[in-house]
């Protein structure tokens, strides 16, 4: 079956312009994370989904930093008025609720550039 | 807060084998796992070990735990070129995040 696809690959804006990632996981997947990649910082955890509810949030950076699930399954990430230091790659990945180990299937990730 | 390190480069010659290492604080930790990431892809789950497990092996893999230590390595027997990638260290003490290295970027030469 498909994996955890996000969209789009590359986004290049400007500072100060708002800008969503999706995130579509495997289907049936009740858990959704999401991460920021960035050089020298490793993999960086931004929030959890647990169906459409957002039990951890800590890692959201900054009240610029928003996201929503719906429907228990797409989610979108917002970034509003971007900064350079929000350049990364951004990555989702989905997680099949039930299984007692947390296996999280990853998606190829969002490269954000932010001029 | 959890931490997890490793080091960030290892350069191996191709038929060598490969080990990579990790430290961790979380003393609750339950699971520990090794992703391994190609460029310009997502991280895939490689293997993963249970906190009261001391070995696992998994064909060329092998998995060492030393929980007292808090000491993660993976081995990679017979390294071979397409196993150039990072390899990411992650704990996870429940249902909800994981917690993950740096990463360490394997070079493999033929």
């Known amino acids: 079956g498909a994996g955890v696809s996000q969209s789009p690959s590359n986004k290049v804006t400007e500072k100060g312009k708002d800008v969503e990632l999706r995130c579509d996981p495997i289907?049936?997947?009740?858990?959704l994370y999401w991460y920021r990649q960035s050089l020298g910082q490793g993999l960086e955890f931004l929030i959890y989904f647990q169906g459409n509810s957002a039990p951890d949030k800590s890692g959201l950076p900054s009240d610029r930093f928003s996201a929503e699930r719906t429907g228990g399954s797409v989610s979108t990430l917002t970034i509003q008025r971007t900064q350079q230091e929000d350049s990364a790659v951004y990555l989702c990945?989905?997680?099949?609720?039930?299984?007692?180990?947390?296996?999280?299937?990853f998606g190829p990730g969002t490269r954000l550039t932010v001029l | 807060g959890e931490d997890v390190e490793q080091s960030l480069f290892l350069s191996v010659r191709e038929g060598d084998s490969s080990v990579i290492n990790c430290t961790y604080t979380?003393?609750?930790?339950?699971?520990l796992y090794w992703y391994k990431q190609e460029p310009g892809a997502g991280l895939q789950l490689l293997t993963y070990i249970f906190s009261n497990m001391d070995m696992k092996q998994d064909q060329r893999l092998t998995v060492l735990l030393n929980k007292k230590d808090k000491h993660l390595s993976l081995r990679i027997a017979d390294t071979q070129t397409g196993d150039s990638a990072i390899y990411f260290c992650a704990e996870s003490s429940g249902y909800s995040t994981l917690t993950f290295g740096k990463g360490t970027m394997l070079l493999v030469s033929p």
């Open positions: 979380d003393s609750s930790s339950t699971y």
């Open positions: 289907s049936g997947h009740t858990a």
């Open positions: 990945a989905s997680r099949q609720g039930l299984r007692t180990y947390n296996e999280q299937f």
